[in-house]
């Protein structure tokens, strides 16, 4: 399959995209080696097979939810490199 240059400019342009002439001939020549090879999927027989959204089959990864206790403050700020009146001391981010 094969996309001409006049494709190419036109979907440079609704990105807004500034090409030379080589480029957009750049361009052409891959997207039609890109639009060649998917062309090639639809030769392939799909008939009962399902259609998936992984390639491999994917179960729950989650774990169960368990309910636990949480540590002492004390032990929390144990390694904060800077800490002041039981909190976390960071560096400011807004100006």
Do not use: C
């Not at 891959?30 to 999927?41: C, F």
Request: net charge negative; proline share 3%.
């Amino acid at each position: 399959m094969k996309i001409s240059r006049e494709e190419v400019i036109h979907v440079a342009e609704l990105a807004r995209l500034d090409m030379d002439a080589a480029a957009i001939d750049t361009f052409a020549a891959q997207i039609g080696k890109i639009l060649e090879y998917v062309a090639t999927l639809e030769r392939v027989d799909t008939r009962g097979v399902e259609p998936t959204t992984h390639a491999i089959f994917m179960n729950n990864a989650f774990r169960e939810d368990v309910r636990q206790g949480h540590l002492e403050k004390e032990a929390v700020l144990s390694n904060a490199p800077a800490k002041e009146n039981g909190n976390f001391v960071v560096p400011k981010v807004i100006g």
